[in-house]
């Protein structure tokens, strides 16, 4: 492995363990939040001992957010200090209004995990909140410095020099919203999913069945509506990223030739000598219709770039279609989960619809780690897209395969350990929690 | 406008210092107990440390960031010449990190106990070691653009005898300033007893290392002497925070402990205004060549604008919630987490 791939695997590694943790730090806060306001409305102590259960739960996912987030913010030096350099006070602005974010979501745990029977109760719920709109607020604000790479804005570039440099306009760039909400959205579905998924493998062990089954109803109709939106925000996002970064798009869709009624291909295998995909499923017009809204439209292919900035193609294919896959599948659940509570409610005791849910633990975050890689994969060969490229940010110091392994090795640990706390927190609940 | 964000990035390295200091102290006190007495140590440490610690090292992310918004030069060449004391410096943070906290909410109580308290322990050693390796060599001028060779780029921009001292140095003042923030927190005259006793075996080890550093400079050419001694200010720092020691001593020794916060916190605001104003406003020495100016590596005008603006209203924000935080777990009997 040479050290440029290696510092791209690293920071990939990186941010794609970090992003599993940023997507509870976003999202956890709001379910505690209702399940302790349930609680004090209810004075139903079932519903104090979910949410303390699931703040400690927190404590252990905010501890490693935060740290592999402040490794972040060295290594986007350690890694790429030729693009910080030019990068950082264009794309800044939001990291400093995270700083702001993160420090308010640090102080308000202290409060709300520090101050059960200590505050007035509503001050202490409201600091639990505070949680979790600064997770959600520090959440938009890195999307937007990572949308600014993908949509650069801000500045002018002429010779090689940076010019003119307007930080807030950088921060507002062409594609900051788009991913803001998809993000948001898929933070809420993955962690909704994950959650009621934990806990209806629980129940389905008849294990403190009240407990979890009002944990369970509570991250479920979250990730439910979630998932009913997302495939929206996605085609929001398609058509700006048929705007904004149309080879992006054509190797999302392994779309080769620039054509009219163009065809949404399904599953194949993309072929990047020959410039054709084998075995797919095409759908006439379809691809024409979700870039452009219009069966007709024509949608430019990998054809219309040169090769030197063609993405790899199979790669950030096979992601976008794992991401809608799974996004497809979670739709399924939700809208058949709602006509459960809506129409079938003696379904919601059966065995298979807690199993299904059993099944769809991890379908979220795979379908989060495969859309990041869809952008991100999907950006290259630049880092800044259309202005620097990767291979020109990289650090020249020699021996990054080194330090890709030591970190390797570290998030693999990390990753075990908080698995094994998990699973013990949720096997000690009978001890822990579920006491009157 | 720049003078706000360098005022910041100055506060935030000082904060970080002290109360990042005191909490990678904690770690290092737990690690020179003996061991009958770890578990009292890590309960009264616990309870001191325990809703402020992830505020504690927000610090070093608010610097971080004025460096790479506000300084990328800077914050790129020592990204670049600083790797691998860096990534030494984040495995540790992201051990300890994790192994405090983890420690803390492991629902079941049994040998995995060990390996947290191990771990956090080494690396509340390891960290502020290397964070005084990397300062030391910010200022010493052993980075060297120039070099061309693997090991004189990469290994002795930090590996000298003046960054190692002033690493261990920052490690004997953490261990310090860990002990005398304690002492304030213990409820019973025998713990307190405990901490004012390691308090003073600190204060020791940190003149000691102090002496070290002082040698390390003699022996690598570094003019720290010019740097204390220079100017009016440096002179004056550095013979308050003499008198201050000799003050300090004396109430240790009497058992008085009321002023003991304010004078250890002063005692490392002077030092720390002692080396910068001399550098000022040089951040980092390089090896032959003018050394990175902030007023010079700058970013534009409108950047450094808008991140003082962001930086100033960010603290009214954070400030007063910070100040309730730590003045409502100050009066309380025992924060205990759930
Ligand atoms: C629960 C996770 C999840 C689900 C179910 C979906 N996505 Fe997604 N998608 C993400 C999670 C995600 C993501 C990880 O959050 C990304 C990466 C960057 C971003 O902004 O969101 C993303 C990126 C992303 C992009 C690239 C945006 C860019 O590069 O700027 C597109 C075009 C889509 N998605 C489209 C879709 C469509 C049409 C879906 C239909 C079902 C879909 N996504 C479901
Ligand atoms: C947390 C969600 C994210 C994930 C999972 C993710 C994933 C990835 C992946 C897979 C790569 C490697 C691409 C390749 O080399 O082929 C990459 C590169 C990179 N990402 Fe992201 N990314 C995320 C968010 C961000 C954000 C928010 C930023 C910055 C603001 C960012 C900055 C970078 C940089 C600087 C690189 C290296 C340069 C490059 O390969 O283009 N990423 N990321
Ligand atoms: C899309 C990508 C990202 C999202 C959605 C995201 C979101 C978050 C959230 C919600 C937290 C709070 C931690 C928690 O509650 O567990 C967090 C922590 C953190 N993130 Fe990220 N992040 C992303 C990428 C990055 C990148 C690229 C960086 C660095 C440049 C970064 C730096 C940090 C830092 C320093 C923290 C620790 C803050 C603390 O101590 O609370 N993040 N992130």
């Known amino acids: ?436 | 406008m720049l003078y706000v964000v360098m005022a910041y990035l100055w506060a935030s390295i000082l904060l970080y210092v002290l109360m990042g200091g005191a909490d990678f102290g904690a770690g290092i006190l737990e690690f020179l107990s003996t061991r009958k007495s770890k578990d009292q140590t890590r309960r009264v440490m616990y309870r001191a440390i325990g809703p402020i610690w992830e505020a504690n090292h927000m610090w070093l992310i608010i610097a971080i960031v004025i460096l790479f918004v506000g300084f990328p030069v800077i914050y790129a060449t020592v990204s670049v010449y600083l790797h691998i004391p860096l990534t030494i410096m984040l495995l540790g943070i992201v051990a300890r990190g994790t192994a405090f906290s983890f420690r803390n909410y492991d629902a079941v109580k049994d040998k995995m106990q060990v390996v947290y308290s191990k771990t956090f322990m080494y690396s509340s050693v390891i960290t502020p070691l290397f964070l005084g390796i990397i300062a030391g060599s910010a200022v010493s001028g052993k980075i060297d653009p120039q070099a061309t060779h693997f090991l004189d780029a990469y290994i002795f921009s930090w590996l000298g005898f003046f960054p190692v001292s002033v690493g261990i140095f920052t490690a004997t003042i953490c261990g310090f300033l860990a002990a005398v923030f304690i002492i304030g927190e213990t409820k019973t005259e025998t713990e307190r007893q405990r901490f004012i006793q390691k308090a003073r075996h600190m204060s020791l080890a940190a003149i000691a290392a102090a002496v070290l550093v002082l040698a390390a400079a003699h022996a690598d050419n570094i003019p720290l002497a010019h740097w204390l001694f220079g100017n009016p200010v440096s002179i004056a720092c550095v013979v308050l925070a003499a008198v201050s020691l000799i003050w300090m001593w004396v109430s240790l020794f009497r058992g008085s402990t009321r002023w003991l916060r304010i004078i250890a916190g002063a005692q490392i605001t002077l030092l720390l205004v002692a080396i910068t104003y001399e550098h000022y406003p040089v951040l980092i020495n390089l090896k032959d060549t003018e050394g990175l100016s902030l007023l010079i590596h700058k970013g534009s005008d409108k950047t450094i604008h808008a991140l003082a603006v962001a930086l100033l209203a960010g603290s009214i924000f954070i400030l007063p919630a910070l100040f309730y935080l730590l003045y409502s777990f100050n009066r309380q009997e025992e924060p205990v987490a759930d």
């Not at chain 1, 991100?376 to 630049?382: A, D, L, T």
Request: aromatic residues 14%; glycine residues 8%; charged residues 15%.
């Open chain 1, 1 to 436: 492995m040479d050290d440029f791939i290696a510092a791209r695997s690293q920071m990939a590694l990186s941010l794609g363990f970090h992003i599993i943790f940023s997507c509870i730090g976003m999202i956890m806060p709001f379910f505690m939040a209702v399940s302790h306001f349930k609680w004090l409305k209810t004075g139903n102590i079932v519903y104090r001992n979910v949410t303390r259960a699931w703040s400690r739960g927190v404590a252990i996912f905010f501890a490693t957010g935060a740290v592999s987030g402040t490794v972040l913010s060295f290594e986007l030096g350690l890694l790429w200090p030729e693009f910080m350099k030019h990068a950082g006070p264009i794309f800044g602005m939001p990291f400093s209004l995270e700083g702001t974010a993160f420090f308010i979501e640090a102080i308000a745990l202290g409060f709300y995990l520090y101050g059960w029977n200590k505050f007035n109760k509503w001050f202490h719920w409201f600091t639990g909140v505070i949680v979790g709109v600064s997770g959600l607020a520090s959440g938009i604000l890195v999307v937007a410095a990572n949308a600014w790479m993908n949509s650069p804005a801000g500045f002018d570039y002429v010779n090689g020099q940076y010019l003119n440099i307007d930080p807030i306009a950088a921060m507002f760039n062409d594609a900051w919203f788009s991913q803001a909400l998809h993000m948001i959205l898929a933070a809420l579905t993955a962690t909704g999913f994950a959650v009621a998924g934990v806990h209806a493998l629980m129940i389905l062990k008849r294990k403190h069945i009240q407990f979890h089954t009002k944990a369970f109803r509570i991250a479920a109709v979250f990730a439910c509506a979630g998932a009913i939106l997302q495939p929206l925000s996605g085609d929001i996002s398609a058509k700006d990223v048929a705007k904004r970064q149309p080879v992006k798009l054509a190797a999302m869709e392994a779309h080769f030739k620039t054509e009219e009624k163009a065809a949404l291909i399904l599953g194949g295998i993309p072929d990047e000598k020959n410039d054709t995909v084998h075995y797919a499923l095409k759908i006439p017009g379809a691809l024409s219709f979700l870039a452009h809204g219009n069966f007709k439209t024509s949608v430019t292919g990998l054809d219309a770039f040169p090769k030197d900035v063609h993405p790899p193609v199979a790669i950030t294919h096979y992601a976008f279609q794992v991401m809608v896959g799974l996004g497809m599948l979670m739709l399924l659940i939700a809208v058949f989960y709602f006509f459960t509570l809506w129409r079938k409610r003696s379904w919601l005791e059966k065995r298979w619809l807690l199993k299904l849910f059993t099944i769809a633990i991890p379908v979220g975050f795979i379908a989060v780690e495969a859309g990041w890689t869809v952008t991100e994969v999907g950006r290259q060969p630049w880092i800044i897209y259309g202005i620097m490229r990767t291979r020109d940010a990289v650090t020249p110091m020699p021996g990054i395969v080194y330090s890709f392994y030591i970190f390797t090795a570290v998030y693999v640990s990390l990753s075990v350990i908080v698995m094994l706390l998990l699973y013990r927190q949720v096997k000690m609940v009978g001890k822990l929690y579920d006491v009157a």
